[in-house]
């Protein structure tokens, strides 16, 4: 398959997961087996794109407000997090997987700090896709951070910004995705989506598929980009 055709010319596709909450209430079930059922569709999303050629594939699923919640769903979130790294980590080695983290990872628990270093090292010297796992990641802190940086070194301007954000060496950010019918950064990629195509969708996290990735792909390739040219 070439790479690139499947994708719509898209090289990096960003998606704000939500909507396991709802998910599980409208069966009644408790809010962590909808985010149980959410890591199925990021394993099956994943898979995906990595079949399909993407260069990157950037996931919300910590937000530096998520810690608002309450503290039992804040361990079963990182609880789903390890078990999913632990499971699927011998795969993104096989299959050339490369993980990143944007986001203060340090701030998560400690097993799960070591448990992702020792990922995002295995997964070092793999060139295919870049799986992209925003963690405890808010685009305000990132960019206070990356100024912070900036100024350290010299003037800011937004290419030094640019240069010190947690993407930084990604491929820019082409389709950004939002789940659930929230139209809402919600403090995701704030900086990365001035020029990002946005594609939203009713669909709730648990029941995205690749064939949704597909649609919302095929409709970036319908898109004109002009970056504020004519
Ligand atoms: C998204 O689902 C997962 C995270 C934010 C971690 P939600 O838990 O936000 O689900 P809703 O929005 O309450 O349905
Ligand atoms: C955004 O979803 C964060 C993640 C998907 C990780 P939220 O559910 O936290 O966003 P709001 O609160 O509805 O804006
Ligand atoms: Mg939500």
Partial sequence: MTAGRATHGARHVAIIMDGNGRW?????LPRAMGHQRGVEAVRNLVRAAREMGLEALTLYAFSTEN???????ISALMGLLKRYIIADID??????????IIGDHSALPADVVALLDDALARTAGNDGTTLVIALNYGAQDEIARAATKAAAKGPITPATIEAELDTAGLPPLDLLIRTSGEV?????LLWQAAYAEMWFTDVLWP??????LRDALAAFGQRERRY???
């Fill in 91 to 100: 795969e993104f080695v096989a299959n050339d997987v490369r993980l990143r």
């Fill in 207 to 212: 029941d995205f598929t690749p064939d949704h």
């Fill in 24 to 28: 599980a209430k409208k069966r009644h």
């Fill in 184 to 188: 809402r950064l919600s403090n995701f």
């Fill in 67 to 73: 810690w608002r919640r309450p503290e039992d769903e």
């Fill in 228 to 230: 504020g040219g004519r």
